[in-house]
């Protein structure tokens, strides 16, 4: 048996709940409906040619750069937003640096943060998942090399301004400063206005929430273009599929499609939240397409309850500040009006649950 570098010795597994996910699936943030048929009809309609060749990002960066209204040499296709954090963690960590990362949060920076054999610097929520500014700020030392903030947050569902983000990369400038924008189009605020200045400024977009394109793993790295020229070093020239490439430009053309989703998401997270509210369940206000809940120390009975009447739900009780919490994730309109009737019965039967608070 090898011997792994002592970093990736240390660690630990993440293994998020892959395995039999059958039923309405409210438990990854993913669409319930899935991507655009015009994606689809794009899909059927490859050839063998596509496959064979090796795949070309480049041209389907530029129809990328030109949605956001950016130049080329700003924008990187990546294999998700994950790769997207994996680049910049290998472009800028040396053993020893620090990443600073405000908890709870998405698991991955940190993973790879500490793969490169960086110093994790957690940095815990105010209350109510406050975005902990002061704090950050004096946590901010020389070695310090990257920043990763997921705007709205997972899976706590808050945003933070972006004036409050531009004073963090202002502070610290030795630093690469990630906004992760994984739920941009369920917030609908961005920061990528200011992709120019400050340059250490870094902002990552996904086809895998909103798209519904989870499976074919599509991300955005938007920066500087000399420090996204850097970045590109690390990144194979391959790292997107040929698939993925062929429907991506289709599926920004199709805004309708998406729009229509959006809608539907922001109108189900209303509808949720006072449904949260009626049966006497804390949440979290969400700009997000999940809201945090907390179900007390039932929490898994709620989850295995929900799981029988075929709703996967993501029990969040061991992230920080999230004790006795799950998260639901909000889909269409019609997976939103099963949620809440399953919801409604499920803490009817938990009542009885003394220690439910319902
Ligand atoms: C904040 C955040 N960033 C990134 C991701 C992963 O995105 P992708 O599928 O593009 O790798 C997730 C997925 O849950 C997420 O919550």
Redesign the pocket.
Request: net charge negative.
């Given at each position: 048996m090898l011997e792994a570098r002592a970093a990736v010795r240390n660690l630990h597994a993440y293994r998020p709940p892959l395995a039999g996910r059958q039923g309405l699936r409210l438990d990854?943030?993913e669409s319930t409906v899935g991507c655009s048929p015009r994606v689809l009809a794009k899909l059927r309609s490859l050839d063998a040619e596509v496959l064979a060749r090796y795949p070309e990002r480049e041209p389907v960066e530029g129809d990328v750069a030109d949605f956001l209204g950016l130049d080329v040499a700003q924008v990187l296709l990546?294999?998700?937003?994950?790769?997207?954090?994996h680049l910049l963690c290998s472009t800028y960590l040396d053993p020893g640096d620090e990443a600073i990362i405000v908890a709870p949060?998405?698991a991955?920076y940190a993973i790879f943060a500490q793969a490169e054999g960086a110093r994790v610097v957690h940095i815990l929520s105010g209350e109510n998942f406050v975005f902990p500014l002061q704090e950050l700020l004096s946590q901010i030392s020389a070695r310090t090399r990257l920043i990763a903030v997921?705007n709205?947050?997972?899976?706590t569902g808050s945003a933070v301004a972006c004036e409050t983000l531009l004073q963090v990369a202002q502070a610290a400038p030795q630093a690469a400063l990630l906004v992760?924008e994984?739920?941009f189009e369920f917030h609908g605020e961005t920061i990528l206005d200011h992709i120019d200045q400050p340059a250490n400024l870094f902002v990552?977009r996904?086809?895998?929430?909103a798209y519904g394109l989870?499976g074919l793993?599509?991300?955005i790295l938007a920066g500087d273009a000399r420090q996204m020229a850097v970045v590109r070093r690390v990144a194979s020239p391959y790292n997107v599929n040929a698939v993925a490439l062929a429907v991506l430009p289709e599926a920004l053309r199709d805004h309708e499609y998406v729009k229509h989703y959006v809608d539907e998401v922001q109108r189900g997270r209303e509808l949720l939240e006072q449904e949260l509210r009626t049966l006497g369940l804390h949440y979290w206000p969400s700009r997000?397409n999940f809201v945090l809940v907390r179900v007390g120390p039932a929490h898994t009975e709620f989850v295995h309850e929900l799981r029988s009447r075929g709703i996967l739900i993501r029990d969040r009780d061991s992230d920080p500040g999230c004790e006795g919490c799950v998260r639901l994730t909000v889909g269409s309109s019609k997976h939103t009006r099963i949620l809440i009737n399953a919801l409604r019965d499920v803490v009817g039967q938990l009542a009885e649950h003394p220690e439910v608070r319902a």
């Open positions: 990854f943030n990546t294999n998700g937003v994950d790769e997207g954090i949060t998405f991955m997921a709205p947050n997972n899976p992760d994984a739920y990552a996904t086809l895998s929430k989870a793993r599509i991300g997000a």
